[in-house]
């Protein structure tokens, strides 16, 4: 176990290593303490506190703005049937939808089926808004035997996979990311109906009841892993979920969150997992900081890290949280049942206060980088606002019923919100592969724009997508093949937005 996780079995190497650490942590804030006009150490009847500004708003050069309305500007107006069939066509997503007993064959226009049971089911407008009874593989009888027979969370997520990793190989993609940084967080819906799995909460869903949807963003705007969540149980409980359970080629090193996401439990276990944790606080002011040595002496911080971690415990407990690690890292237990177990009702396990007590000094590790680091600080913030718009782009599919989510059951809840979460991919790659021969077109006609403002492009847009009204499932010969639409003519584009052919 110990070397699957690059770890001692000595706690001792273990504890002088994080020793070695918080010293020079704390030295490096405290030598830049003057310099660091963001950061400021009060106290308030005799303790210290932390406060740090927010960070400005990062100022947008004339040149990127131009960019980015030239290139959205070009994109094609296109329906969301179409585009579901067109990135269908490129991807064959719809190839890993299979059915539930074994030895069917697939017909060939199971893929038309297939979106249209995907459409309905992540606009939320039922699967008579998309039957056609002169189409034999969309009349309602048809669909309704695709969605029973083909839709499940198993083949969700092996056709949301092939889409996260079509977009993993875009040339655009990679300049966002690698697909090493990821972002959690949840969408809440309302259920108006009768169910065991939905649950209270007056600040998200008033007098109603409701669920969380917790997703997984990379940093390449794909969605690669969501659980649904009755009510709003605290999030850090199924963040190790989405890292250790999720299926595409992606592999995720660093994970950010808001404040919701955040416990101390998790910090260990993330450390002794390799991964780096990394939430927005937001009450910075209120966070202990912590040493591993009471006579250590961190100067002006002296004070501010006045508070002792338990290294005994942890050293008593180094092989029993070796094997959990191990275990998690192997699939021999579920991430989610393991948070359960160590803070179980409310209560820390002796092994949950040894990962809290590690989970402490890397909580530490991280406040003092957090407050010293104004890049790091920003970059955690992109990431959460990548997830955030996410999340915009799919309440606008997500618009019929008044974006309530009426089903009973956690696994219906599960397959429409699985939906969700793959039309969302699908225009994400459709608007990056759009977006990327308009950037190739420009760069050849055009000086060449800052690498720094193609990091910055976002294929989170939707206003050229038509959602509402049509759901005409038909392509273009050409686009079927696999070719491209042509792009607008950027001199008319604004005469061509009132059209979606």
């Known amino acids: 176990m110990a070397r699957a996780l690059d770890r001692s079995t000595d706690p001792a190497v273990e504890l002088d290593r994080l020793r070695q650490q918080v010293r020079a942590a704390y030295q490096e804030v405290g030598a830049n303490l003057a310099d ?8 308030e009847d005799g303790q210290p506190y932390i406060v740090l500004t927010p960070l400005a708003a990062q100022a947008e050069s004339a040149g990127l703005t131009r960019l980015r309305q030239q290139l959205s500007a070009r994109l094609p107006p296109v329906e969301l049937a179409a585009l579901l069939l067109e ?18 064959p697939a017909t060939a226009d199971l893929p038309l089926s297939l979106c249209a049971v995907l459409l309905a089911q992540a606009c939320n407008i039922g699967l008579k808004s998309v039957a056609r009874p002169e189409v034999p593989a969309l009349t309602l009888p048809h669909l309704v035997w695709v969605q029973h027979n083909y839709l499940r969370v198993e ?13 993993a190989q875009l040339p655009l993609a990679q300049h966002w990311g690698g697909g090493e940084v990821a972002s959690a967080d949840g969408m809440r819906f309302v259920v108006p109906v009768r169910t065991i799995h939905a649950g209270w909460n007056r600040k998200y869903y008033a007098a109603e009841r409701g669920i969380t949807y917790y997703n997984f963003t990379s940093d390449q705007f794909s969605g690669f892993h969501g659980i649904v969540i009755p009510g709003t149980l605290r999030d850090s409980l199924f963040l190790l979920a989405g890292l250790l359970e999720q299926q595409t080629s992606l592999d995720p090193r660093e994970i950010m969150t808001d404040t919701h996401g955040f416990s101390e439990v998790v910090f260990g276990l993330f450390a002794l997992l390799g991964y780096r944790f990394s939430p927005r606080l937001a009450d910075l002011a209120d966070q202990r900081f912590w040493r591993l040595e009471k006579e250590d002496d961190y100067g002006p911080l002296n004070e501010l890290g006045r508070h002792v971690v338990n290294a005994r415990l942890i050293a008593e407990h180094w092989d029993d949280m070796l094997r959990l690690a191990g275990s998690l890292k192997l699939g021999k237990v579920k991430a989610t049942a393991v948070m359960r177990t160590l803070q179980r009702a409310g209560a820390l396990s002796g092994l949950g206060r040894a990962v809290a007590e590690l989970g402490r000094v890397e909580k530490t590790l991280y406040l003092l980088a957090y407050v010293q680091d104004e890049a790091y600080r920003r970059r955690i913030l992109v990431q959460l606002n990548r997830g955030e718009g996410r999340h915009a782009v799919a309440r606008a599919v997500f618009h019929g019923k008044k974006g309530e989510l009426r089903q009973r059951y956690r696994e219906g809840m599960e397959d429409q919100l699985g939906a969700l979460g793959l039309v969302v991919n699908a225009v994400v790659l459709w608007n990056t592969r759009y977006l990327q021969q308009a950037l190739e077109e420009h760069q050849a006609t055009e000086e ?12 989170l847009l ?20 696999g070719e491209l639409r042509p792009l607008r003519n950027l001199a008319n584009w604004q005469e061509q937005l009132v059209e979606f052919p």
């Open 87 to 104: 990135v269908a066509a490129f991807t064959d997503f719809t190839g890993a939808f299979t059915h539930l007993a074994d030895g069917q």
């Open 36 to 43: 660091n006009t963001a950061l400021q150490v009060l106290e």
């Open 448 to 459: 060449a724009p800052e690498p720094g403002d193609v990091a910055r492009l976002s294929p």
């Open 462 to 481: 939707h206003e050229h997508v038509n959602m509402l009204g049509r759901y005409d499932f038909t392509l273009p010969e050409r686009v079927a093949a």
């Open 155 to 167: 083949t969700l997520t092996a056709a949301n996979a092939r889409l996260v990793d079509a977009q």
